[in-house]
């Protein structure tokens, strides 16, 4: 019996745990001399001892049968740590794990290699790093196409370059892109600029949702660093979780942002066919957001007209992965049954050990339709999965 036992599943949300050489294995000769170094970058620091820890792991798995035995059994559980949770960093490893998940189909997004790229402050090595990025998750996925690869597409490189990497990224076998949700040079356009339309029609002409996930966020800051001058010691949650109360309070904040300009700046309008997904930004503050949408719509309505209702907008064209534990059942009941998906975010710790039955415990009162919806039909008709 697999882990999704009777359940139709599309897991939203998951990771490679790279090791040290994933981009440079991927990347072509051109961009190899100027690519940075996976621990080069300090917003996710990289843990050397734990990583041989799972390359030591897998050489076992590959010759003591009990250890195999003993990882698949634990499949779920947190306690072995990323880079030696079955499937973390090998392509064919990957599969065997998605065999015993038992799920229809899992996007698979990076982890340390994105930060490893994503922090370059010179355009041409942030293209480079992207670009190989790409092509890295492309490989990993290419052989199973239950796995589907979410490379990242950096808007901030402009809409010419950030198309080029794009289909340059399709061409090598993404299934889509995280993109960033915030521009942090005032000098810069808006991602919701018209000039930016060809890169969101050709998210239609993939017949693909663009991703938005937590720390692709061009380097937005939602809490001061004032605030951890608070004589307390910061909890980390482990991942790319971001660290202490009031990071995870605000872990929605650039993304919600950026979702309602892409909103009220009319880009859904302009591609009636675009699609989004929310992935492990929480779904706590979408009630509330979905009626600000309302109020704002309201308030503005005399002085801007809206060719659709954004609330409407947002239930038709987005879905958003809350976090294991939160009132999934709740939040329906707020916002109906149709923008809800899941993720299990494996193999990073944020997952929890037990994403279903986490779930689950709270949708006690969800029909059955409705937990179809949540678990495969929301995301199948985002992605057009027949």
Not at 157 to 186: I, K, R
Not at 232 to 238: A, Q, R, T, V, Y
Not at 253 to 274: Q, T, W
Request: net charge negative.
């Amino acid at each position: 019996m697999t882990y999704a036992q009777n359940r139709k599943i599309i897991d939203v949300d998951s990771h490679v745990i790279e090791l040290d050489d994933f981009l440079r294995n991927a990347a072509r000769a051109a961009d190899l001399e100027i690519l940075p170094a996976m621990d080069a970058q300090t917003e996710l620091p990289v843990r050397h001892e734990a990583m041989e820890a799972g390359r030591a792991l897998f050489e076992k798995r590959k010759v003591d049968p009990e250890t195999v035995a003993e990882c698949e059994e634990n499949l779920i559980s947190n306690a072995l740590g990323g880079w030696t949770r079955l499937g973390a960093f090998d392509p064919k490893e990957r599969s065997r794990a998605l065999d015993l998940f038992g799920y229809e189909i899992q996007l698979v997004l990076p982890t340390f290699s994105f930060h490893q790229v994503a922090h370059a402050e010179d355009m041409e090595v942030l293209e480079a790093g992207a670009r190989t990025l790409n092509k890295a998750m492309a490989d990993f996925c290419a052989h199973d196409e239950r796995l589907r690869a979410v490379g990242y597409l950096p808007l901030t490189l402009g809409p010419e370059l950030a198309l080029e990497v794009m289909n340059q990224g399709l061409e090598d076998g993404c299934y889509t892109f995280m993109v960033d949700t915030n521009e942090a040079d005032p000098e810069k356009i808006s991602f919701t600029h018209p000039d930016f339309d060809k890169v969101w029609a050709r998210f239609v002409e993939a017949g693909a949702p663009f991703g938005v996930h937590v720390a692709a966020n061009g380097h937005y800051k939602a809490v001061p660093e004032s605030f951890k001058n608070n004589g307390k010691d910061l909890i980390e949650l482990g991942g790319d979780a971001p660290a202490g109360e009031l990071g995870l309070m605000s872990i929605n904040n650039s993304a919600e942002l950026f979702l309602s300009a892409m909103i009220f700046d009319g880009v859904f309008d302009r591609h009636p066919e675009l699609k989004g997904v929310c992935m492990e930004h929480g779904a706590f503050w979408v009630p509330s957001w979905m009626k600000a949408l309302e109020f704002i719509t309201t308030t503005f309505g005399k002085r801007r007209e809206f060719k659709t209702n954004p609330a409407e907008v947002a239930r038709k064209h987005l879905r958003f992965s809350p976090f294991a534990g939160e009132p999934v059942g709740w939040i329906i009941d707020q916002i109906g049954p149709e923008m809800l998906v899941y993720a299990s975010d494996f193999p990073h710790p944020e997952g929890s050990a037990d994403p279903i039955g986490k779930f689950e415990a709270t949708m006690e009162n969800c029909d059955e339709s409705t937990m179809q919806a949540f678990y495969y039909g929301n995301m199948a008709k985002l992605m057009g999965v027949a």
